[in-house]
């Protein structure tokens, strides 16, 4: 089983195809809208996965045991805000 975490996660687009790939358990997910967060929950069973409102705010040792992360970044949206952090390093 390969265990990822699902950042910038809107409603679960990766998620879902994971899903019905199949051999993949999700541990976590990051969305600070709050309304997509709404959907994802209504979506999927997020019971006992970690959840993140922010992602300039997760600490990548404090992430549970994981063997991808998978996410889509809106680039426009880094544009707009003129955006120059860096989420971390790894």
Not at 20 to 28: E, Q, T
Not at 34 to 60: H, N, Q, S, W
Not at 72 to 90: A, M, R
Request: hydrophobic share 35%; with cysteine; net charge negative.
């Amino acid at each position: 089983m390969i265990k990822c975490f699902d950042i910038f996660a809107g409603i679960g687009g990766f998620r879902s195809g994971f899903e019905k790939a199949g051999g993949f358990k999700c541990v976590g997910y990051c969305e600070i809208d709050k309304y997509a967060k709404k959907a994802y929950e209504i979506l999927y069973d997020t019971e006992g996965e970690v959840f993140y409102d922010d992602a300039r705010k997760i600490d990548p040792n404090e992430l549970p045991d994981l063997d991808l992360i998978c996410g889509e970044i809106t680039k426009h949206k880094f544009y707009e805000k003129k955006s120059q952090h860096l989420l971390w390093v790894l």
